[in-house]
């Protein structure tokens, strides 16, 4: 599986950005997927993450009722709403794929890695 996560960009703080991550191969309907972050100088962490149905999500508390991750399994595509962005949210954003379809917080659980895309919300 081959993941490429799009959508990044400049934002005001207060804006909204939606990213995209698009796998190609197979059976994407069946990987658990994660959206992380990493802001210059601090650790990759998870922001949220989908089970292979859906049906379950995670969010990091830092971004809880501001963000919204969704998946489309007809288009292989797993998405992040971002909304309210403030200046704390730059970072680059990575997709991440987990053969488990169970959505897992931790980073190492992850088979799969898009190769990131730059969000910056100025202030």
């Known amino acids: 599986v081959q993941l490429q996560a799009s959508g990044g960009g400049l934002v005001q703080a207060g804006g909204s950005l939606r990213l995209s991550c698009a796998a190609s191969g197979r059976a994407f309907s069946n990987y658990a997927m994660g959206w992380f972050r990493q802001a210059p100088g601090k650790e990759r962490e998870l922001v949220a993450a989908?089970?292979?149905?859906?049906?379950?999500?995670y969010y990091a508390d830092s971004v809880k009722g501001r963000f919204s991750i969704s998946r489309d399994n007809a288009k292989n595509t797993v998405y992040l709403q971002m909304s309210s962005l403030r200046p704390e949210d730059t970072a680059v954003y990575y997709c991440?794929?987990?053969?488990?379809?169970?959505?897992?917080?931790?980073?190492?659980?992850?088979?799969?890695w898009g190769q990131g895309t730059l969000v910056t919300v100025s202030s």
């Open positions: 989908i089970s292979w149905s859906g049906g379950s999500t």
């Open positions: 991440a794929g987990r053969f488990n379809g169970t959505l897992s917080r931790r980073e190492y659980e992850y088979d799969y």
